[in-house]
């Protein structure tokens, strides 16, 4: 199979002459492939969150030949959504798209209206006062932040959204007051050995660090897999080391560790 791969290759006719050629293999694949016909929402759910942590090993990756593949993974989930949806009567691809038209065009009168919005700031805080005023909208600003997000994303979700709020620090050189209050009162209740205590504690401060992260710019979820990854490299570093020199990592000391692991710290600096 040949992988096409140039950016400037299709013009807008060929763009719509292939999504109608999607359509039309996706129309066969229900109908004559057993595996595909035997597909539901439920079933095809794993397997899309599967196709989204590999859309994102790609992004993190930085290879644009890589996502370019792991796009069309998703976009394949799509189509499959909607194909189900069309046979049971409730949408098909076209309301899908016409749905998210509609919302976009919605959500953007600086573009499309008279809204004035010179920044960023402002047309996130247009956004989330618009989506409020929905139609089977978000009750409360905080109800758009999707309930099965991993922690550390949902937390950041969160202060961001009340941030287009206006309920932010004044400065924000204060949150490391917060900050530094979280460390003393999870370490008070380490030193009583409250371990349900120090469990909320630890996610206050936790919850503190992700804010202090959000008001200096860093998105705390590609910092830690950042660091993640850092550790993973050097460790191994560690293990390909040991092995070369005929040793097994339970047999050494913290000491002997350490020394390649620094060893490994320096090389990656280089």
């Not at 630890?202 to 979820?221: K, M, Q, S």
Request: proline content about 2%; some cysteine.
């Amino acid at each position: 199979m040949k992988f096409r791969y140039n950016s400037a290759s299709m013009d807008r006719k060929q763009i719509l002459e292939s999504f109608g050629k999607l359509l039309d293999i996706m129309d066969r694949l229900r109908s004559e492939c057993p595996w595909d016909r035997e597909q539901t929402v439920e079933s095809l759910r794993t397997l899309t969150i599967e196709e989204t942590y590999e859309l994102s090993e790609a992004i993190l990756k930085g290879n644009l030949e890589d996502l370019s593949k792991e796009l069309g993974d998703i976009l394949l989930h799509i189509i499959f959504y909607a194909k189900i949806g069309q046979e049971k009567g409730a949408f098909d691809i076209g309301i899908v798209i016409e749905n998210l038209c509609d919302k976009l065009i919605f959500r953007h009168p600086h573009v499309f209206g008279d809204v004035k919005a010179d920044n960023a700031g402002k047309v996130i805080k247009n956004w989330e006062q618009l989506k409020t005023r929905e139609k089977n909208g978000n009750k409360s600003v905080l109800s758009g932040v999707p309930e099965g997000l991993p922690a550390l994303i949902k937390s950041f979700r969160i202060q961001d959204k009340a941030r287009a709020m206006g309920f932010d620090w004044e400065k924000r050189e204060q949150v490391w007051d917060k900050v530094n209050e979280e460390v003393q009162e999870f370490r008070t209740e380490w030193e009583k050995g409250e371990r349900d205590r120090m469990e909320s504690e630890f996610g206050d401060l936790l919850f503190a660090l992700v804010n202090a992260a959000r008001l200096y710019g860093i998105n705390p979820e590609n910092a830690l897999e950042r660091t993640n990854r850092t550790f993973i490299s050097r460790f191994n570093y560690l293990e390909e080391k040991t092995i070369k020199q005929g040793r097994s990592l339970e047999d050494m000391t913290l000491q002997q560790m350490d020394q390649i692991w620094e060893e490994a710290k320096h090389k990656a600096e280089k």
